[in-house]
């Protein structure tokens, strides 16, 4: 080995310097600590903490209450009937996918699906066959149209799809598609339903079982305050011995897990936040309200909101010809966006977007997002600046 | 949802109560942060913290440095050619087998493997041909066997095994094999060689291109001072496209990374505490004169070390009719060992076993070693007590 002392230096002290600016970044607004969670990282924080007393299953810890959190709370609280662990809702999803579908079926799938989803196929050797959106302002996903796609598959391969997934909502224009008519469609053709819920399970009320979902995938990170990686992953119960296979060696160890999965911190800051998560997804229509809010306000100074209007999420995707106009005359280029955020302590928007970009309001105060709202407001004067 | 406030009461208050206990279970050991990672835990344990400034590639973000850290440091560190993080040593040999291997395939492993490697080896669907060991009481692999299971397979299906597998140690006894040995034969039949390394890299200098290994795995949380889960895995170039191939659509995404891994506190604690780990794998020699040094104290307790011996690394396999005896007679039963030495301030061995148990007395103090020492010398008096 020939690492160097100074190459090692800058290891030594990694600080966040984002660390208190207001963060618009859809993917961080869900996933900061409650003040719970917080409190106990230096206890857990070591390797496989959660691993005292552990009789070889992570989901049937008792110290700490894993197994009570993962047989009964989560089950409940997604509305399935089992539930488990896993490493992410990305992980959840390829879980899902590589357990039901044999190489070559085909996934059915929004098109505005995350990029995870269609790699999970990809990584399980399925082949994908996308729902389209609207198309421009609104980006919207028409459910009925998954009836035609099924059809579709039926027709050229002779089979029916492995599987179905919807995502709700996207995390591109947090749009919140009919998935209780989804889930129907679903059931006439008696295809498994999978729903992607990395961006609302743990920020609103969602319950699986209302949408007829066999699945359900969210996010830890994204949407439950919890530290990364790790997701949650719930299913009918008729599922179990597929999804939950045990090793025929080792009787105990679940496959599809690789025997246990978030072994650490990742579970602990999950339930330590799951009281406060609990509480906050009955106030999701406060989340609404600022949003609308947000939107209403940015729209008035030339940033214009797409996806669904009047909007239902907290995540927004927006366009403007006037920043990117902006940008063409600017000394920074492209960047001057982000850096004239920063100046104001604000990040989450992509450096080097101006035209078309995507923030979250969630969990922000009304003065943070007046602060936001303001500071877009001193942005768009640069116009006149760069003009003279 | 119907979820009792009361029984949520318990997640709000999760205090690990063994957090200044002598924890001799091996797999916490080399898992405790180093002070550098404990003190920025507040900083980066937000969801997805490490993605602030990402575009898009986990492996490619500058700030933080996880770019130079995967793919300068990791590299020179382990001897391979590439390298990439993952959720966990398993993970990472899930990912080599599932990426290099077809349905059905062989993989010849030493039978003191852990059990991930076997259901690792069952989720991607392969057949598993185990390299025995040579019983009680080393149970030590001889690798010169490798060549023998390789024919076998070779006769059996007409195909030389898609992968061979070598513990190094083995998380039972801590035997480290002649891996240099393995790796020539697996040259010599041209059969990939992937090292497990979960107990090793990150605890012993150990570099894969002394044992032509095609693969390494780590583990952060078991030898990195990582919150888990995470683990590294490095690999020779000629495997980049096997292993690393991109998304058809998203042509930045590794599939089998399903993008990205280790996504938030995991990798900074295991770059914070990486020039910790660079410093402490070289004086790997102190740590087994303190592990001889215990075997043979606790050996004069009739308590005695299976598997090498002289030993070679921190993870001890014992055995012990005396502790056994005791278990018949004493009041708590086969529960009285893990008992009595909480009483001291000492937990890790696994409460119930008496007659076989693993400890590590990886990282502990002369001190803290002493005191195990005596407790143990205090437990097997117990004998005579309960005689009376």
Redesign the interface.
């Known amino acids: 080995?020939?690492?160097q002392n100074s190459?090692?230096?800058?290891?030594?002290?990694?600080?966040?310097k984002?660390?208190k600016f207001i963060?618009l970044?859809p993917?961080?607004r869900?996933?900061?600590?409650s003040k719970?969670?917080?409190k106990?990282?230096?206890?857990?924080?070591?390797?496989?903490?959660v691993?005292?007393?552990c009789g070889g299953c992570l989901d049937k810890i008792k110290n700490?209450?894993i197994e009570?959190?993962v047989h009964?709370?989560l089950p409940?609280?997604l509305?399935t009937d089992i539930a488990r662990i896993t490493?992410?809702a990305?992980?959840g999803k390829?879980l899902v996918m590589?357990a039901i579908a044999k190489?070559g079926d085909y996934v059915v799938m929004d098109q505005n699906a995350h990029?995870?989803s269609?790699?999970?196929a990809?990584?399980s050797r399925l082949k994908v066959k996308f729902v389209p959106n609207s198309g421009y302002p609104e980006f919207k996903i028409n459910v009925d149209d998954y009836a035609k796609v099924i059809d579709e598959v039926k027709n050229k391969t002779g089979k029916f799809p492995a599987l179905v997934l919807l995502t709700y909502p996207d995390g591109s224009y947090g749009n919140l598609p009919d998935a209780k008519a989804a889930g129907k469609i679903c059931k006439d053709y008696n295809v498994p339903f999978l729903l992607n819920g990395a961006y609302s399970v743990g920020r609103m009320?969602i319950?699986a079982s209302d949408f007829n979902a066999d699945f359900i995938v969210g996010s830890?990170?994204?949407s439950m305050?919890?530290?990364?990686?790790i997701g949650v992953l719930g299913a009918k119960k008729i599922y179990e011995e597929i999804l939950f296979r045990k090793?025929?060696?080792?009787k105990i160890?679940e496959?599809?897990q690789?025997?246990c999965?978030?072994?650490?911190?990742?579970v602990?800051?999950l339930?330590?936040s799951?009281?406060h998560v609990?509480e906050r997804v009955k106030h999701y229509d406060e989340e609404i309200r600022k949003a609308r809010y947000f939107s209403e306000k940015i729209g008035n100074l030339g940033i214009n909101q797409l996806g669904e209007k009047p909007h239902n999420h907290d995540l927004m995707f927006f366009e403007s010809q006037k920043l990117f106009e902006i940008s063409q005359k600017h000394k920074q280029g492209r960047f001057f966006l982000y850096s004239e955020l920063k100046k104001q302590g604000i990040?989450?928007i992509k450096?080097g977007l101006t035209k078309n970009f995507k923030l979250s309001t969630y969990a922000l105060s009304d003065e943070e997002i007046k602060k936001v709202i303001d500071a877009f407001g001193e942005i768009v004067k640069l116009d006149q600046l760069c003009a003279k």
């Open positions: 080995m020939k690492i190459q090692l230096e800058k290891f030594k002290n990694l600080h966040r984002s660390f963060n970044d993917l961080q869900g996933g900061i600590l719970e969670a917080r106990i990282l230096d206890e857990w924080a070591d390797g496989y903490s691993c005292d007393y700490p209450p009570e959190f009964e709370i409940e609280f509305g490493n992410g990305r992980e390829f590589h190489e990029y995870s269609y790699i999970a990809e990584r009320e319950n830890g990170h994204k305050a919890a530290s990364g990686p090793s025929e060696r080792y160890k496959i599809e690789l025997g999965t978030a072994r650490g911190l990742t602990i800051t339930m330590a799951f009281p609990y990040i989450g450096p």
